[in-house]
């Protein structure tokens, strides 16, 4: 007889969890996994295992990695064969290491506008345990409302730390403050622990320095990159050599939107760490992600599609919201926040 070990229990928990509390799959609806030759198996079987205890249809889709993401990864997948099925499916999760977001069958699908997509790039056993199994998600969500309430009420932010960032953004009253994994319907989502917007891009003037990740196309950093922004647009990079791989991948894409900035996101996943995947790590609790690339639709920006995207992760950043500390070296300090986040974090 074979027995469970508890290592796939909690991954099977966490599998029966995302797909009937977060993506809400019923019966009969139709589940498409798509992964790549980086991603963990082990996962979408799982995830296919919870869709069928659901009397849902689930189905696994393999592919090859590609080099790039974005736009340019077209050249490298089955662009019409994605297209197609993401395009009738009811539920699509993601956990391809190269991510379909922003690339042609993603566009398809979400033109379409029936499917419930959430990107879980890369996710392996350890992550679904930890990130999806092990968070107390309505907490949480409770959290991303409040921290979101706050700041769209902000007109102008500025952030700071310790290595020499020190940037200033004006933002729309009118655009959205996102709270990520809520799903209601179908759209595009991405795993909660994170809260975004688009600030004014022209607004966007001073210098960022990096110190967590940057992916594409490097990952961990070894030695911070500092980015000097004016007008919404990275106009030089510096730091070590991972400085000059970052500017070299963005030139060598020519397009020139590659340089504008996205988006600005706060990480609040109180179990995430620096771990290499980009969808860990820009949920580090505290952190600041810089987008720059393609901007999706829902922050009703101003950018549109590029050639791809890069999220830039910062750690232990001070954030004034019209001169009020919302973030503090890292900690949620303003006092709306203070008792979601002892719970969340287990103080």
Known sequence: MRWLSMDNFLLITASYKLVKDILK?????????????????????????????????????????????????????????????????????????????????????????????????????????????????????????????????VKKIRIVTELGTNIEFENDPQRPVLTEGEVNGPGEYMLFGQVDWAPIEESVNGTVVIDGTIWPPIGPLKSPVKLRIRDGRIMEMSGGPEAKVLERWLRDLNDDKMFMVAHVTYGCHPYAKLSGNIVEDERVWGSIVWGFGSQSSTFK?????????????????????????????????????????RQLKGA
Not at 102 to 130: C, H, Q, W
Not at 306 to 335: C, P, W
């Open 25 to 153: 799959v019923s019966d009969g609806e139709e589940v498409i996994v798509t992964t790549d030759t980086g991603s963990d198996f082990q996962v979408a079987l799982s995830i296919a295992q919870a869709s069928m205890a659901l009397n849902a249809k689930p189905l696994i889709v393999l592919r090859n990695e590609a080099p790039v993401v974005g736009k340019a990864m077209d050249k490298y997948i089955p662009v019409n064969s994605l297209s197609a099925v993401l395009s009738t499916a009811d539920v699509w999760i993601a956990l391809d290491r190269s991510y379909l977001v922003y690339s042609t069958p993603y566009e398809r699908a979400m033109s379409v506008g029936k499917v419930r997509y959430i990107e879980l790039s890369g996710f392996n056993s350890d992550m679904m345990v930890r990130l999806i199994g092990n968070v107390n998600v309505q907490l949480l969500y409770e959290f991303q409302r409040r921290l979101a309430k706050i700041t769209s009420k």
């Open 301 to 341: 920006g101003k950018i549109g599609l590029a050639s791809s995207h890069v999220d830039a992760v910062m750690l232990n950043a001070t954030i004034y919201g019209d001169d009020q500390v919302i973030v503090k070296d890292g900690e949620f300090v303003r006092e709306e926040l203070q008792d979601l986040a």
